[in-house]
């Protein structure tokens, strides 16, 4: 059996104005690490099979382009010919993603072929390090001055220039988790001496000054993108070097101190939370991902160096987003345009924006609050965040990806970046290659412990042993769990020892679904849970969500827990616009939805009727494809047809398997019959077809006017635009709303195969009064080429136009072609 390198310091700094003091020993309750926790159930282990199978393989495939780029730079600084990499911003850090994914796997399980594989990728990627430790291709190879330095998609002009927007500091976050990920999987230090060597050189030009960057003064700014404190704080976890930790500080204690952005959209300081220093901030703001990573940067320091610094910021900001912010999926970055956190209730469903990585970012983020205080009801939250919004992210195939989760569908818009379904991939693909390093690391918040305790967090069939008091306790855990409610622990220390067992009694199985105040049950009568041990029922004592249960542990002691898994209907609190009238289905701690595939109709022309008895509520398991073994329900409901209204069913699946089997409308917030009337129908598909007088450079078709429609063209339907032989840089002027924000343009191209293909690039123009200006797109955002599909961009700030021009380069001796267009204005 591999020897598997972990060390967890459980260590303090009393900083005293100072940050390099070494670590005192202090209580912390620790995590039981996932590859120490064995898993047997059939909701979790089917999912890491498929992760290993194909989830990790996929991306590998996927990120081949990130490989090729590292390999091109290596041979750069070694002076071999070869074409120059592209310029790309954070490519790098998808690939890391995927290879921290992949060493989890290997932790789990041999893989030789796989640890080869690696084992040549981090030579690539050490050939592509500097000497003195910078690792970032666009700078180090010069391709930088292709693109615009500067705005929300520039890199600077030298390194280190324009840390706001450039991703080298969160590139190097993830490759040191990965690296840290690699070392406890293999003992190798071949990635972990890389990922030290930049972390090193990072300390010295941002805080103590090096020649050869920034003029020699301390660079002295944090990141605009967190994720650099995360794994610096994986560094100091494996290697005990206090220089790690002590950077992650400083670099939590400069964000909005030192440098303040300026301007709006992604240049704004809330975007990247500088707006004020961080324990002053007292409510979420700006990009979600980017806020979940520092505040679980910050709870986690706050851990470590058990200081209180940042509890008044942390406990604000959680509560505000509990009460104002959080869809009841655990999405967090309801809004489109900065991925990120509207104003107080803006909460919207078919708009949700809802990033899966920002839902990943909720997990880490309660998780470690819970590391923090001890108290249960942050794991609930990270429970909600992970089965339903989190889980959404991916197929049940493992190679479909969600990056844009809506709470609402009406079957044609192309929410999910120009797709009105899956994707395979994205251009920007940080959402999948979260997920390949999310589902390994599940199993790693089932247990934690500290010197008197043993807790509960995630409940799955799995085994473990956690030392306690001297003796090591082996659990067994039996559970069908989040379908059923029944909970088997087999107790065994290996001598009888005396601790306290936390039972986690989840917020779900009360009066509300998740903590707050935004979600409440209809009926929000408590059901009742039941514990009992070696077969007597306990009086249950609960104190911080945990049920304790303090006795001397014998070998062979059976704890049960029963929690009462039903159907349950939510109202939301009144402030929410969007779900006035409305109810959404739980069961446990998973949120429901109703999909057209099983229901015939647009999912909107049903109405909820609350059941007078619970035997008008009916449960199915299916049997087989993509959702087999899975539990969909029945609720009664009032069907609004065209000839009136007729009471009937609705089915219902988990939120986590919507769009598995084929596009059609979805709703997981519904109309209650109490509020509908004959006038809210719906056509199914809700098509939105206008057609618009364009202006265009030359047109093989004498085009003068084109469909903006939100429905996806026919296959082989006839383009409703193609450009000419004799123009080599055509365009399209399309008339704008000046009165609306523009919040996406999405073009579907024609490509027949032969004459007429995707062009090879495009970009938008937009016209402010007699003006034409640059379209600057978001930061994430590219002009993608795909096919098949509506290629998607954003403004990167508020944009009010009277036109916008997209402009083509035909691939050379082809034309270039539009199928449609849709233009998508904020609400």
Not at 26 to 38: A, G, T
Not at 171 to 200: C, S
Request: hydrophobic residues 35%.
């Amino acid at each position: 059996m591999r020897k598997l390198i972990y060390v967890i310091i459980s260590g303090v700094f009393f900083l005293a104005g100072c940050y390099d003091r070494k670590p005192e020993k202090s209580h912390l309750i620790n995590p039981v690490p996932f590859y120490q926790v064995k898993l047997e159930d059939k909701f979790w282990y089917p999912r890491l099979k498929t992760q290993s199978e194909v989830l990790v393989p996929f991306a590998f495939e996927k990120t081949q382009n990130a490989v090729e780029n590292l390999r091109r730079t290596g041979n750069f600084l070694k002076g071999i010919p070869d074409e120059l990499p592209f310029a790309h911003r954070y490519l790098s850090s998808d690939l890391y993603k995927v290879m921290e994914g992949a060493a989890y796997i290997l932790m789990l399980e041999q893989n030789k072929s796989l640890e080869v594989k690696m084992d040549s990728i981090i030579q690539i990627i050490g050939d592509a390090q500097k000497e003195d430790g910078y690792l970032y291709v666009a700078h180090t190879v010069g391709v930088k001055d292709r693109y615009d330095p500067w705005g929300g998609a520039g890199m600077g002009d030298k390194p280190y220039s324009f840390v706001l927007h450039s991703h080298e500091l969160y590139n190097m976050g993830h490759m040191y988790e990965a690296a840290v990920a690699y070392y406890q999987a293999t003992g190798k230090r071949n990635w972990l001496d890389i990922a030290e060597k930049n972390a090193r050189h990072i300390n010295k030009v941002f805080f103590e000054g090096n020649e050869n960057y920034n003029d020699g003064k301390p660079v002295h700014q944090a990141p605009g993108h967190e994720e650099i404190e995360l794994g610096l704080i994986k560094l100091f976890r494996v290697t005990g070097d206090s220089l790690y930790l002590n950077m992650a500080k400083k670099f939590l204690d400069i964000r909005g101190v030192t440098y303040n952005p300026e301007g709006k959209g992604v240049m704004s300081a809330t975007y990247s939370q500088q707006h004020l220093p961080v324990a002053q901030q007292r409510e979420p703001v700006g990009h979600a991902v980017r806020a979940a990573y520092l505040y679980s940067a910050m709870a986690e320091v706050q851990s470590l160096l058990k200081t209180d610094e940042y509890t008044e910021a942390l406990n604000s900001i959680w509560q505000n987003i509990m009460d104002t912010r959080m869809h009841i999926t655990g999405g967090l970055g309801a809004v489109h345009g900065i991925e990120g956190f509207g104003a107080e209730y803006e909460l919207p469903n078919a708009g949700a924006y809802n990033e899966t990585c920002a839902s990943v970012g909720n997990v880490f983020f309660n998780f470690r609050m819970f590391l923090l205080t001890g108290d249960a009801r942050y794991i609930d939250v990270a429970e909600v965040a992970l089965y339903n919004n989190s889980l959404a992210g991916v197929s049940m195939s493992g190679n479909n990806f969600h990056y844009v989760n809506p709470l609402e569908f009406d079957g044609e818009n192309p929410y999910n970046f120009g797709n009105p379904g899956r994707s395979p991939w994205f251009s920007t693909a940080c959402c999948p290659t979260n997920i390949a390093r999310l589902i390994p690391q599940v199993s790693g918040m089932a247990y934690t412990y500290d010197e008197n305790n043993i807790y509960t967090g995630l409940y799955m069939g799995s085994a473990t042993s956690i030392p306690v008091k001297g003796s090591n306790v082996n659990i067994r855990q039996i559970t069908k769990y989040p379908f059923e409610g029944n909970v088997r622990f087999e107790i065994s220390p290996d001598k009888p020892t005396r601790f306290i067992m936390n039972l986690r009694i989840p917020t779900w199985s009360g009066k509300q679904f998740v903590p707050g105040e935004l979600y409440s049950y209809l009926n929000n009568a408590e059901s009742l849970v039941v514990i009992k041990i070696n077969g007597e029922k306990i009086k249950l004592k609960i104190k911080d969500g945990f049920a304790r249960i303090n006795r001397r542990w014998e070998k062979g002691d059976i704890v049960e827990l029963s929690l009462p898994i039903t159907v349950k209907y939510n109202t939301s609190i009144d402030l929410v616009e969007e779900n006035r009238n409305r109810v959404a289905i739980t069961r446990g701690p998973l949120v429901y939805c109703a999909e057209e595939i099983d229901n015939g109709d647009a999912v909107l022309n049903f109405a909820v009727a609350e059941p007078s008895s619970t035997s008008e509520i009916r449960e199915n398991i299916f049997s087989e494809g993509e959702l087999a073994n899975i539990v969909q329900v029945s609720v009664p409901v009032i069907h609004i047809t065209s000839e009136g209204k007729a009471e009937s069913s609705l089915k219902l699946v988990p939120y986590f398997a919507w769009n598995n089997r084929g596009q059609g409308s979805m709703a997981v917030w519904l109309p209650q019959s109490s509020s509908v009337n004959n006038e809210t129908r719906m056509i199914a598909g809700n098509d939105k077809v206008t057609l618009h007088q364009v202006i265009v450079s030359c047109s093989a078709q004498n085009t003068s006017e084109m469909e903006i429609s939100s429905k996806i063209p026919q296959e082989n339907a006839e383009p409703q635009w193609v450009s000419c032989p004799t123009d080599e840089n055509p365009w399209v002027e399309i008339p704008c709303n000046p009165e609306q924000e523009v919040q996406s343009f999405s073009v579907y191209w024609h490509d027949n195969g032969t004459d007429c293909l995707v062009p090879e690039e495009w970009e938008l123009e937009f016209r402010s009064g007699n003006t034409w200006q640059p379209f600057q797109i978001y930061a994430t955002d590219h002009y993608s080429t795909f096919k098949k599909q509506f290629n998607m961009v954003h403004p990167a700030a508020p944009l009010n136009c009277s036109a916008l021009k997209l402009k083509m380069k035909p691939k050379p001796g082809k034309l270039a072609g539009i199928q449609s267009i849709r233009i998508d204005y904020t609400r």
